[in-house]
């Protein structure tokens, strides 16, 4: 159910009954596998809150989390840490809050609130699977077959045909589209290769599975440098999800995202997925290439990398899967650096040549392919 309140829209509504009265309480729901890292919803909520201040005094807020593990659960969490002017609260979606759970007292009223107002959604008449690449290419801007059935943890034959089928919708195109350029005083290129783009209204349904409201700024969702789109190395970063699948197959790899930014690191990682592995929930962090730069260079920023890739697990205690896709040489360096490694890091070193395929992971150590 979609509620509406002024110009936005939450998720549903609840009176929550507590301390003798009843809570005015708007829910915001937030599902892990739906394409976008736990990190971005603060500013899309501030928007919502604004007008829950003006529309509904006395008014709180539920952030309710579907996720198959903590660690997206946890970072949400962490990411609110600002605060709302309303009372607010981030639970799993299995979970009912009580009073004392919330980040000050909600307003209490002697009676339940009639109910806001049911809308249509935009996105409700979408299957999953068409909804996920929709979800994929709002977030990227363009991206192949290949690139989007990673990122959204289909099949690529299944995702070939989902996408035939959204063009026929004309919520998605097929076509050669121009590059995105830093420099905008220089003419303009072309892609080197047609792709899937997402039209106006496969964004606008995205946005709002996600919570979008008309008018709210979402605009910190994007993948970052979009100049490197059709560049091999972001096809390996999008490609991510796919390789960790093909190389670990008793794993679950639940999702994960190219190029993000992550607060309070002043590192990004390539690609970022997140799992469960040998049964301990796990962060798998890749950085794709660095042939271009100096030993010297690849050993400090290696080293920088990996000890702010530990510390952000060490914040919600997941473990860490480290992993360079590059050339051999390169690998030299990069273990050269990674010594007396701690018991929850790994640190894995693949071959960009040799798609799918990764050494078995070893807490604690530093593995590579058999040559």
Known sequence: MTIRLGDVTFSDWISLECEGGFTDTFIFDINALNGLPPFVFHPLLQRLV??????????SLWIRVTSPGEWYLMEVKRSMTDGFSVPYVVTSNDKTPDYRSFSFGPKLFSSSHPPPPKVDDEFSSFSCEELKCLQVLTRNRKGSAEEIASLAGLPETITYDVLQGLQKKKKVIFKLGEMFQKD????????????WHPRRKGVSAALRSWGASEGSDFSNIKELHPDKICTPHRNISRRWLAWLRSAYPHAEIWTGWSEVKIPGTSVRPDALAWGRIQGFETVF??????????????????????SEAWRFCRETGTRLVY??????????AVAWTCTSLPAGVAVILGDRRIVGRLPNVEWGRVSRLAN
């Not at 905008?184 to 792709?195: L, N, Q, R, V």
């Not at 992993?323 to 030299?332: F, R």
């Open 50 to 59: 604004a007008e829950l201040d003006k529309k509904r005094p006395g008014a």
């Open 184 to 195: 905008k005083s220089k003419p303009k290129k072309m892609d080197p290769y047609p792709m």
């Open 285 to 306: 962090w890749l950085e794709v290439g660095d042939n271009h730069k100096k030993r010297r260079q690849i050993e400090e920023i290696t080293k920088q990398r990996l």
């Open 323 to 332: 992993a360079s896709i590059s050339l051999n040489w390169v690998h030299e």
